[in-house]
């Protein structure tokens, strides 16, 4: 199937613990992304890779490193996870932002739970 | 910030009537605007997106309007199914290439169809 793909769907860590979650996609796009989404169901962008270029980069802590091996993958790292890390990590991809006709394609979600 | 909200947060509706779901806006400079779908469990899925040259775009059972004037936004659902039960975002952004495709959403409205 065509799709964005992220793993874990779920994780459950420690507090201070680092992780990472992975992202595909094979719809053949130029760019992607990484979105939080808290509690409240408010989504906010973390990060933009434009063919393995950072061209977004909203004031999300250091401690959030992504890393993107190629145009396909971009995987979100996480160093020394705190309580407030809690929420579903959601990739995206699209094709060219300048192009009118590229919404966004979300992945299911990572629900990430820090204990 | 500039913000994206909506006015009703939980909407209930008959199956079969047709959904109004709202959004105001505030970034005047936004010229593109989109509504997502977003079921229990899943990622937002892409419904209907509209440029601000525009008043009116109509998709399958689907209709959004945007008035610029007052910087709001609505989806109009025809014929609402069991189906359609979920939270909907809008979400504003930038065709400018600086921009990438930063999307900012809003809150969301949980729809919830009543059989």
């Known amino acids: 199937d065509t799709a964005v793909s992220q793993t874990p769907k779920y994780l459950v860590t420690q507090m201070g613990n680092d992780k990472s979650i992975k992202c595909e996609q094979n719809?053949?796009?130029?760019?992607m992304y990484w979105y939080k989404q808290d509690s409240k169901k408010f989504l906010k962008i973390m990060f933009s890779?434009?063919?393995?270029?950072?061209?977004i980069n909203e004031t999300v802590p250091n401690r959030f490193s992504p890393k993107s091996p190629d145009k396909a993958h971009l995987n979100l790292h996480i160093n020394s996870l705190e309580l407030g890390d809690s929420a579903v990590y959601f990739c995206?991809?699209?094709?060219?932002?300048?192009?009118?006709?590229?919404?966004?394609?979300f992945g299911n979600g990572t629900r990430l739970t820090v204990t | 910030g500039e913000s994206v909200g909506l006015h009703l947060p939980t909407l209930s509706v008959q199956e079969g009537d047709n959904s109004i779901i709202n959004c105001a806006y505030s970034?005047?400079?936004?010229?593109?605007f989109i509504w997502y779908k977003q079921e229990s469990g899943k990622g937002p899925q892409f419904i209907i997106d509209?440029?601000?040259?525009?008043d009116k775009r109509q998709g399958q059972r689907v209709t959004v309007l945007l008035n610029k004037t007052v910087k709001h936004l609505s989806l109009q659902i025809a014929a609402t199914q069991p189906g359609d039960s979920a939270v909907y975002f809008c979400?504003?952004?930038?065709?400018?290439?600086?921009?990438?495709?930063?999307?900012?959403f809003g809150g969301g409205t949980r729809v919830l169809v009543k059989p």
């Open positions: 995206a991809s699209s094709q060219d932002p300048r192009n009118y006709n590229s919404p966004l394609h």
């Open positions: 719809l053949g796009h130029d760019t």
């Open positions: 890779y434009n063919n393995k270029e950072l061209i």
């Open positions: 970034n005047s400079a936004s010229d593109y």
């Open positions: 509209i440029r601000s040259n525009m």
């Open positions: 979400a504003e952004g930038s065709l400018f290439k600086a921009a990438g495709n930063k999307l900012t």
